[in-house]
Every structure is written in structure tokens, then in C-alpha cells.
């Protein structure tokens, strides 16, 4: 297992590149096998989320090759349609294939993706709008069994919440259905019209992605493309936070400045200077952060419900007491027990966090919950006095490429762990009592390393 170790303190300077969207890249890629043909995904995150969605499209028959952050899709050999209960657990946003196989195959196999640590995540959405589309469906023990014999029909559909998935799934059924969909209340996240370029870029005629209102003209079939991913926002929100919180000076570059709108008076409100050239947006924090009367998430373009607890971690010790409501999953305070180990002062309430800000953190061995969690507790550990453990990092390689390095690369004392290395490191004798093996054993043994 992994750890990483934070020694706070340290005011955090310079510039560093945002990688690609997590939540833009796992659709893409779903939409890579429902084109048939080859695909290049560039700007792809190297992320452990998007490998489970790799692994996915290896197992219906896609031939996959990764170059750096270039992903490259051969679907023409899709043979399947069933996507098994092992790889639908390792990542429960999988529910995104549902739309694209389906259409591709007119079947789809797959079990309920279940909750996780911020809800219990129902697809009820997806499946009602699948339906809508003329999939019959067959529920048995877990398994979702969807048939499309005649192929799938546009349809109108209203979404009684813009979700964010259901709108992908509908996207991704109706580019290939017969006939004209529209599609109501649909989530406006900078995400829906990426996905909405990159099909389109494989011939699908989709019009208002970013809108409430979608319409998606059905074609035969889709080719493969080339694309881009937008840059992720919600780490480069998460790393202007951890700018914020360590009174630092930093600049996040490579990203969208529109796609950080509901940050940007967020930020000043705690007494954040923040200039906007380009691609890069440059950040400059205060002495002492001011609390934020009051916080809600609410679907794009409110206050992204990903950047909540990184917030509330950077909260903590602003001047002044914060009030932070989550209105998109019911379960996402978990970061809040664990902040409490740093010495913060938070208290939760149904889908209130009331946060007092106190002068000082100090450091503390703690777990990562989930992803934006932990990530809260990164920040925590930067701006805590003495050392912070964070534990189940694994969490965080899910939705942050390498967090340690680009932390580090703005002067962080942060570094990665293998907790099994260090105890093995620490039982083996030292070096000067073990027989001399010779050059080339040693040189084997610099291998190793
Ligand atoms: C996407 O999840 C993101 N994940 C989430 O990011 C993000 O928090 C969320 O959108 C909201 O922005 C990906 O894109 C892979 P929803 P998704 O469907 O699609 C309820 C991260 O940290 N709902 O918009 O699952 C649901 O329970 C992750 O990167 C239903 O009730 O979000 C939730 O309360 C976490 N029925 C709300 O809607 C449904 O059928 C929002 O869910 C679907 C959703």
C-alpha cells in the first residue's frame, strides 16, 4: 500500500499544466466503441479510472494502445456486449457504456454499478430514458439485460434531475437511433459538450450540447475520430485551492477559465487575487483566508459538488465561520471526520457543514475516504503545522495524476511511499552486514532499485 507524507508549512509557488478531464475522458472512451472504426484520444489522463475503462473496451473486442497521454481505440473487432460484474464494480461510472454498447450492438449487459462513498449513486435515470428509446429491459438478480432487436428509436425525454451520466447514456444511445431525439433538462456540464464534439467528429448530428435542451438526429453508424479532452476542472480548482490554502502563488495553466465560473467568487471571497490570461488562470492568496458565508453545489454552472471538499479542507482555517451545503449526493462529508484528526472545527448536519475556521492545523496520519476527499486532506496536510500520512491514496489516483509531483513541483515537502518497500527496507539487514555478492549482483541489485 501507499502513502504520502506532507510536511506542511509550505507556501506553494509557480505553475503547473492540468491534465485532462477524468469525467470527459471515461465518456469519450465509452463513445470510442460505439464508433466503429479507430479513434485517437489525446490529452487523456493517466488516471486508474480511466485504465478500468480501458480494460472495459479490451474486453468487448477494442484493441487499445497507449502512447503517453494519447489513447488510441480500434473498435472494429467489438465482439461483445456484456460487460462483466468485476469490471463494472472496479469503477462505478462504468453505467457509461450502457448507452454506447447498446447502440453499437443493440444489447447490453451489465450489473446495477452500485453505490460508493458518496451515495448510492441509482441509475434510475438512465435506465427510464433507455427504455424511452426502445430498449426493452430485463432485470434479474443485479443483472441489467437490455435488447434493442429493431435498433433504437428517437424519442422526447425529460430528465426529472439534469444528471450528468443519464444525459452522456442518451447521447450516446440516440447518436445511432432511428429518427430525432430531444432531450430535456439535460446537465449543462462543460463534460456533456465534449462528448457531444467528439461524437459529432464521428459523424453524429448532436445540436445544444452544454443547453438544457439536446436535440440528436440519429445516423447508421458512427466512425472513429481524433479529440482532444478539455482539461479537467475540477483539478484545476482542487490545485488553485491548494494555492489558497498555503498562501501561496501559483498558476494553473493548460485550462479553461470559463469552466472554473462558480470558483472564481468563491476564491475572492476568502481574499483571493485572481487573473485570467488565456489558458492560464494565476492565483494570489492572502495572509489569512476569509470564510465563505455560504456555499451550495448545484449542477453546472453552480458550484461543482467535485470541488466541495477540497474546499471545505481550505476552509478550515479561514477567519471566520463557512457554511457549506452539498445538494448533489447525500453522503460526501466523509473528509470531515478526517479533517476533525488536524484539529478543524467542523460540524455536519444533514447536507450542512458548518466550519469555524481555527489559526493553526496540525499535522495528523489520516485516511482518504474518496477521491475529492482525500484530496482534501492533501490540502490539509500542506497547510497543517508538522507531518500529515495520508493513507489510501488510491483513492486519489483515481481522479489526480501524480498529485505528489505537481505538488512538489510548486515547492510542497510531499512525497509517495510504498508503506510494503519501507518495511521491508526496515527488517532487512543493513547493507555493511550482509557478504560483499560481487560487482555484478550489485549490479543486478541497481537494477532492482
Ligand atoms: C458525474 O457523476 C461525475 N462522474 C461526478 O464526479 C460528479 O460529481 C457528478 O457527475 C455531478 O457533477 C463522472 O462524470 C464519471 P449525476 P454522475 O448522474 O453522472 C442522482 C468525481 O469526483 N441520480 O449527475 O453519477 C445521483 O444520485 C465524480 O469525479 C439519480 O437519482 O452524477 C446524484 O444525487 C464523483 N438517478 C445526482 O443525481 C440517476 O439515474 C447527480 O448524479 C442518476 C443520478
Not at 489526480?400 to 509517495?416: F, I, K, M, N, T
Request: proline share 5%; charged share 25%; hydrophobic share 40%.
Amino acid at each position: 500500500m501507499e502513502k504520502i507524507v506532507i510536511h506542511g508549512q509550505k507556501r506553494l509557488t509557480g505553475e503547473i499544466e492540468i491534465h485532462g478531464s477524468k469525467n470527459s475522458a471515461l465518456p469519450i472512451l465509452a463513445a470510442a466503441a460505439l464508433a466503429n472504426g479507430v479513434s485517437e484520444i489525446h490529452n487523456c489522463p493517466r488516471l486508474s479510472d480511466v485504465d478500468a475503462a480501458l480494460r472495459i473496451l479490451e474486453h468487448l473486442g477494442c484493441r487499445v494502445r497507449r502512447e503517453g497521454h494519447t489513447v488510441s481505440v480500434d473498435s472494429t473487432g467489438l465482439h461483445d456486449f456484456a460487460v462483466p460484474d468485476r469490471l463494472m464494480r472496479e469503477m462505478r461510472s462504468s453505467v457509461v457504456f450502457l448507452g454506447a454498447i447498446l447502440g453499437r450492438t443493440r444489447r447490453a449487459r451489465l450489473c446495477t454499478p452500485g453505490g460508493c462513498e458518496i451515495g448510492l449513486r441509482p441509475i434510475d435515470l438512465h435506465l427510464l430514458a433507455m427504455e424511452q428509446l426502445g430498449a426493452e429491459l430485463r432485470e434479474e438478480g443485479g443483472q441489467l439485460e437490455f435488447s434493442a432487436p429493431g435498433g433504437l428509436t428517437g424519442a422526447r425525454i425529460t430528465l426529472s434531475f439534469p444528471s450528468v451520466g443519464a444525459t452522456e447514456n442518451v447521447l450516446l444511445a440516440a447518436a445511432t437511433a432511428k429518427g430525432r431525439t430531444v432531450l430535456h433538462n439535460a446537465a449543462r456540464e462543460p463534460e456533456i459538450g465534449d462528448l457531444a464534439d467528439f461524437l459529432n467528429g464521428c459523424g453524429a448530428r448532436i445540436y445544444g450540447a452544454g443547453d438544457s435542451t439536446i436535440v440528436i438526429d440519429g445516423v447508421a453508424q458512427l466512425h472513429g475520430a481524433s479529440h482532444t479532452v478539455i482539461p479537467d476542472r475540477i483539478a484545476a480548482s482542487t490545485y488553485l485551492l491548494a494555492g489558497a490554502v498555503t498562501q501561496g502563488r501559483i498558476c494553473v495553466k493548460e485550462v479553461v477559465p470559463a469552466h472554473l465560473g462558480a470558483l472564481v467568487p468563491v476564491l475572492r471571497e476568502m481574499g483571493c487575487t485572481l487573473s485570467v490570461s488565456g489558458r492560464w488562470v494565476c492565483l494570489s492568496a492572502p495572509p489569512r483566508l476569509h470564510r465563505v458565508k455560504m456555499t451550495r453545489t448545484m449542477p453546472y454552472p453552480g458550484f461543482p459538488t467535485d470541488v466541495q471538499a477540497p474546499l471545505s479542507a481550505a476552509l478550515t482555517v479561514a477567519e471566520g465561520t463557512s457554511v457549506v451545503v452539498e445538494n448533489i449526493f447525500e453522503s460526501r462529508y466523509k473528509h470531515a471526520s478526517e479533517l476533525l484528526r488536524f484539529g478543524a472545527k467542523i460540524h455536519v448536519e444533514g447536507r450542512m457543514e458548518v466550519i469555524e475556521g481555527v489559526d493553526r492545523l496540525l499535522g495528523a496520519q489520516v485516511v482518504a475516504p474518496d477521491l475529492r476527499g482525500g484530496f482534501a486532506l492533501l490540502l490539509a496536510g500542506l497547510a497543517a503545522h508538522g507531518e500529515t500520512v495520508v493513507r489510501g491514496v488510491e483513492h486519489i489516483d483515481r481522479g489526480y495524476e501524480s498529485p505528489e509531483l505537481l505538488l512538489g513541483s510548486l515547492g510542497a515537502d510531499v512525497q509517495r511511499i510504498c508503506e510494503d518497500e519501507e518495511r521491508t527496507a526496515k527488517t532487512e539487514p543493513a547493507d555493511t552486514e550482509k557478504p560483499d555478492p560481487g560487482p555484478q549482483a550489485a549490479g543486478e541489485r541497481q537494477q532492482d532499485r
